[in-house]
């Protein structure tokens, strides 16, 4: 799903539990961060939750393009697909 390589920092706060929930069950913190995240993902994913946002990515782009473009044109066509498109976006 995800592109490229992106590490997100973990808030300093957490650490300590991840570390004592790690050395607790021998596990490395980065497989106790993969066993909590793993499953919320996971059910987030079954809710379709990942398709929605994608869904609301593609609309922005699409919207941002007619803008773009009516910005240049002032085309009475593409105001006319400008509201078309924010309509949809409700």
Do not use: W
């Amino acid at each position: 799903m995800c592109q490229g390589t992106y590490s997100p920092k973990i808030r300093e706060d957490l650490i300590p539990y991840l570390y004592k929930i790690g050395r607790a069950t021998q596990t490395p913190m980065t497989q106790v961060v993969d066993l909590i995240l793993r499953p919320v993902i996971e059910n987030l994913e079954g809710r379709g939750i990942f398709r929605t946002i994608e869904n609301y990515e593609r609309d922005v782009k699409r919207l941002s393009t007619v803008v773009a473009k009516l910005v240049k044109t002032r085309k009475k066509e593409d105001r006319a697909e400008l509201i078309k498109l924010v309509k949809s976006l409700h």
